[in-house]
């Protein structure tokens, strides 16, 4: 006889993700209450495929290619289409076209001036960052790391969490401590000792301070007001 499944998915969560296709896995966890893990084999198992894997399984190509002749590398081409480098690297390989990475002596001076004319940026960092500021803008937070991003959204929904259930919802196992201490320096998380969570009695748990709550929610005050 089949085990019936502890936690059901509903049609209100399956729609909570089409919806979300293309919000960091992290982050929708985190607002439904499972582990990244559990969200991805759910998106597999209703077929919801994020926008910009769909576009390298086809009509991607002239768009990967002409990322290539700018002589970008793969991990700019990646950071630009939003996927792994593993990805470009089989759809190069699959186009016939080598890596650019293979010649920097004349990748380099084209990949500098593409990055400046295109993406205002110099190099893959300033890039990263560039997509970090626009997350955090997205979210109303303060742009202070992708990692801390994700453990206050997922704290505003989900107060009083351990670092560990914090690392289970972001599907990691680094541990999120120098993260949570980064955030209190900035006054955005605070550490209650002592208490317990589901009948876990743990050290620690960590919740959003007073003004994070009043940023986060004068940010949905003006998008509400503005929509």
Known sequence: MAKKPQNPWTPEED?????????????????????????????????????????????????????HSFGMSNKEIAAKLDVTGECIRKGLRRLGLQSNERDFSSAN??????????????????????????????????SIGVACIEILEILYTNPLMTALQLNAIRGTGTAAYSHLKRLQRHGLVIQSPRLSVDGYKA????????????????????RNATQ
């Open 15 to 67: 729609d909570f993700i089409k919806e979300n296709i293309d919000t960091p896995w992290t982050i929708v966890a985190g607002q439904l209450g499972r582990t990244v893990f559990s969200v991805r084999s759910r998106c597999a198992r209703i077929r919801a495929v994020k926008a910009t894997a769909s576009r390298l399984m086809g009509h991607s190509d002239v768009e990967l290619k002409r990322l």
């Open 109 to 142: 001076g084209i990949r500098a001036v593409t990055m400046k004319s295109v993406y205002g940026v110099e190099n893959v960092t300033q890039l990263n960052a560039k997509k970090q500021d626009e997350l955090a803008k997205s979210l109303g937070w303060p």
């Open 203 to 222: 050290t620690c748990v960590y919740s959003l301070s007073t003004s994070a709550i009043e940023m986060k929610q004068k940010f949905l005050r003006n």
